[in-house]
């Protein structure tokens, strides 16, 4: 079965471009009213990661299911929980009925890129697991298991690539972890979160501050880039638009 990746080579270019151009529109506008730089330093959630949405989007359309429900607003963008009652996605594509996929994008801008590394962490596992719970008491009715993403974009700087100390009191941590920076503890992370089946796919991609207009952008490893998530969606859309027809 063939699947269709959508040219999604010159879309993420796109994306990128969308991801800083938001960003800076945001900042500029923030310091219209008075913010201080350091307010405005901030990452902005919203429109940042819209050309990803986008992506995803064509993805979806280009394999099978062009007339999908696509939730891509606020209001229609919830699913039930296990241990709570609702979740928030970034991105839901139903058809007839049966959920196909719930995405959830992130990003990590500096000079700080440690702050809420750990709450990302545990955020994107405690939710993987409330979801999967919920599949499996029947939250979403009788259907194989829906595509579950999770994809990240790191801010490509000095201070992401430095390695990073850590301290364990009583216990040593794993090897695999010391001496290592964060971008590579995201590659780890996603590399993880596939491996346990956490989710279908999970991403994390650099990108420098000047590529708001060369849309550039880099990888860590070929288990957790771009295409390799892609790839996975539009495989797990074609199957599902088979099966479902």
Avoid at 63 to 80: F, Q, V, Y
Avoid at 87 to 110: M, N, P, R, T, Y
Wanted: charged content about 25%; proline content about 4%.
């Amino acid at each position: 079965m063939a699947i269709n990746l959508a040219d999604y080579e010159n879309k993420s270019l796109d994306a990128i471009r969308a991801f800083w151009g938001n960003r800076d529109a945001t900042i500029r506008k923030h310091r219209e009213v008075g913010h201080t730089e350091d307010e405005c330093a901030i990452p902005k959630p919203g429109k940042n990661m819209d050309g990803f949405l986008a992506l995803m989007l064509d993805i979806v359309r280009s394999n099978g299911l062009g007339d999908a429900e696509i939730h891509r607003k606020s209001g229609s963008l919830t699913l039930p929980g296990f241990f709570r009652p609702t979740k928030f996605w970034d991105l839901l594509v139903i058809h007839k009925g049966q959920l196909i996929a719930a995405i959830e994008l992130k990003s990590q801008i500096g000079p700080s890129f440690g702050n809420n590394f750990n709450s990302r962490i545990e955020q994107a596992v405690g939710n993987a697991h409330d979801f999967w719970i919920a599949y499996r008491d029947g939250s979403f009715g009788k259907q194989p298991r829906p595509f579950l993403g999770w994809l990240i974009v790191v801010e490509d700087a000095t201070e992401s690539y430095a390695p990073v100390k850590e301290k364990s009191l009583h216990f040593p941590i794993s090897e695999e972890f010391k001496g290592v920076s964060y971008l590579q503890r995201y590659d780890l992370f996603c590399q993880k979160l596939v491996r346990e089946q956490l989710y279908t796919a999970a991403a994390v991609i650099s990108t420098p501050r000047n590529a708001a207009f060369s849309g550039k952008y880099s990888s860590i490893s070929s288990l957790t880039n771009l295409k390799t998530f892609v790839t996975r969606l539009a495989g797990h859309v074609a199957a599902e638009a088979v099966r479902i027809g």
